[in-house]
Every structure is written in C-alpha cells, then in structure tokens.
C-alpha cells in the first residue's frame, strides 16, 4: 500500500482487536469502514504476500486443481459466476460463494456465520469433501513444507522456518490476504462521501432515494456516515429454497440436530446435505427462530457477482430487486409497489456500488 498505516488498538466482546486506517492517498479505500484485524495478527505486506500464494496454489487440493481462488476469481469481485461452487472432482457444494472482496467488512463468516472470523474461515475449504478435499491440516502442511519456494515467505511473514509452521500461521496468512483486497470507491462512495456530485447518474441517484426510503432497502443494508459495509451483519429469511423442503421441516429439522453431533464437521454437512443446507443459520444455533435465514450480503460490487441468493437461485440483478421488494411486501403485511422505472433505478444505484477497480487486482503469475 502506498500510503502512510495507521493502526489502534480496541476491544470488541473482550477480543483485541487492531483497527487499521488508511492515509488520503488510499483512494482504494474509500467509503469503507474502518478494518479490524486480531492483535496476534496485525496486518503487514509480508503476511499478505504469503497469503496471496496459499490463496492461488492449486497444489493444496487433492487433486491438484483447486485453489481459493477457484471459487473467488478476482475478475468476478472474488465470487465464481455459479449458482453452486465446484470443488475437487467436479463436486458441487450447496452454496453460493460470496465475494470474499470486503469480506473484512463482515462480522461472521459464511451464509450462515457459521465463523466468526477471517482467520478461522480460512482453513475449513482446505479440508471440506466438497472443496479441495484434503483429508486433515497434516496433509496440507506437508504439501506446503515439500515447497520450498515457501521457505522465504514463511520466514518474511513469521519469522519461523518452514518445518515449524503449522495450521494457525497459513490461516493468519490468508487472513491478511483477504484484508488486504478491501475495496471501496464505487461511483456511490465518489458521490456520497467525496461530495462529487457528477459521479452517478440521475437514475442513480433516484435509486438511492429509493433505497433509503420507500424501498426500505437500507434497512437490511446500512449507510453509514462515515462509511459503509452495506449489510446489517444480521440474518433473515427470504423463503428462497425453503419452499422445497417446508413439507418435510420436521423431518429435515431433526436430521440437522443429529448431524451435529455425529462425525463430520459443521463446514463439511453444511456444504454436503442439500436439505439442511437450506436450513441456513438454524443447522449453527439450533434456534428453531433461524431456520431459513441466511447473512445479509454486503452490496458492494453486487453487479459483478450474480447469481444470487445463498443458492445461487436468482440470475439477473433485476431479479434480485424484485425478490427482495416481494420479502418487503411480506414483512410488512402490505404491497409494495414500485414502477418498472422505478425498478430500473434501484438497479442503476447498485451498480454504482462497484469499485473502480474491482476487476483490477492481479493474480499471481501461472495461477
């Protein structure tokens, strides 16, 4: 990064935490909120260096041809363009994979927040069946140690030699990664924080008088003062491929509760099991209040992620908006009617949403 770090300390829920904020030059960020990062994981250039090389080596999967980012390509703001991700053999998940672009942004991880954290989502697609389908940590550590274009790197970032690392330093690592790709300065943020009033359009700019008032968008995914992530960090229920397995709730309900007590992991089931996948945040608490409901998506760069939806159900960003003014209809109790022109500036505004550079972050040579 080119401009002056500034970093300061904080506790979150007894947590401490590193917030870092960027100089003036940092126009990449702008718009975005402060990013935090853990206090044994401060963000530095070599750790996001290693990072990027975990996050494109293909060699840490089964079969050799499935990195991170298989499935969060950097052209597609870090999603894939499929409804379901593919994994090893051509297995397909459950899931839609999200833009892991502002990722740092989020307070959970996951459709279902079933992590809490950056460093602790990183490691789970190394060792999921449906991902790269490495059979345990072990085995990724050894085909990491048997690299020794990673010597360096680990030594840069950690100050350890390869053959000490293990699992906790390639999680800190992608982590740092992640944080790093942070992306704001969309049209919106050059209008809404900049002052440039020329930067969006007229049709956007009745779009985002929409979605912040009649529309209600906003209050699914805030706009802050001083910057925004774009979601509430909640989870709600659009009713989207619950309509398949509401017939057998009961059924699927009490499957999702000896799953979790049985072998395989949380990550693993959720990424496996088609009908307790739909369950959502209700296979992670238990709550019968969760069934259905899913994180709130960040909005940013949402033109260059479609599908949507946690399953990828809806193609079109068109689509999306009228899905959601349906959930706003049913929530209220009450029609919520908007205008096909009305509509097509609510699309206009989210296509502002996307960074000038979204596209533009480079992959690592032969990746």
């Known amino acids: 990064m080119n401009a002056a770090v500034f970093k300061k300390i904080g506790i979150v829920c007894g947590l401490m935490f590193t917030t870092t904020t960027f ?8 718009g975005l909120p402060p990013i935090t990062a853990p206090i044994d994981n401060p963000l530095t250039g070599a750790k996001s260096e290693l990072g990027k090389k975990l996050f494109f080596d293909k060699r840490l999967s089964a079969d050799g041809s499935v990195s991170c980012a298989s ?31 502002n990722a740092s942004l989020m307070d959970s991880q996951f459709w279902d927040g079933r992590r809490s954290s950056l460093e602790s989502q990183a490691l789970d697609p190394f060792v999921n069946p449906r991902e790269h389908g490495l059979t345990s940590y072990g ?47 969309s049209a919106f943020d050059r209008y809404y924080y900049a002052g440039e009033q020329t930067a969006i359009s007229s049709a956007a700019r009745r779009g985002l ?21 774009f979601t509430d960090h909640q989870f709600h229920s659009l009713h989207i491929g619950l309509g398949r397995i509401e017939s057998r709730l009961a059924t699927v309900s ?12 949380i990550d693993a ?38 599908p949507y939806m946690h399953d990828g159900s809806v193609a079109t960003l068109e689509e999306a908006v009228d899905q959601e003014i349906y ?15 009305e509509k097509s500036d609510l699309a206009e505004f ?18």
Do not use: W
Request: proline share 4%.
């Open 254 to 265: 009490k499957a999702a509760v000896a799953a979790r007590t049985g072998e395989r992991s």
């Open 327 to 341: 959930y706003r209809t049913v929530l209220n109790g009450r029609p919520l009617i908007l205008t096909p022109d």
């Open 209 to 229: 008088a929409l979605f912040m008032g009649r529309a209600q968008c906003v209050s699914c995914h805030h706009i802050g003062s001083a910057g925004s992530s």
């Open 23 to 30: 100089g003036d030059q940092d126009i990449d960020r702008l």
């Open 139 to 185: 085995q990724l550590l050894q085909a990491i140690r048997h690299n020794q274009d990673y010597a360096s790197l680990f030594q840069d970032a950690f100050d350890v030699h390869i053959d000490s690392i293990d699992e906790r330093h390639i999680a800190k690592a992608i982590a740092s990664y992640e944080r790093s790709i942070a992306r704001g300065n």
């Open 269 to 306: 089931t959720a990424l496996s099991e088609e009908d307790i996948s739909e369950l959502g945040r209700f296979f992670i608490t238990l709550n019968p209040v969760d069934i259905g409901q899913f994180r709130t998506p960040s909005l940013r760069n949402v033109a260059l992620t479609a």
């Open 71 to 101: 499935c969060h390509q950097p052209d597609r703001a870090f999603s894939d363009g499929l409804p379901k991700s593919k994994g090893v053999g051509d297995r397909t998940g459950t899931r839609n994979a999200p833009s892991l672009l």
């Open 350 to 367: 989210l296509r502002s949403l996307t960074s000038s550079n979204a596209q533009a972050i480079a992959s690592p040579e032969g990746s």
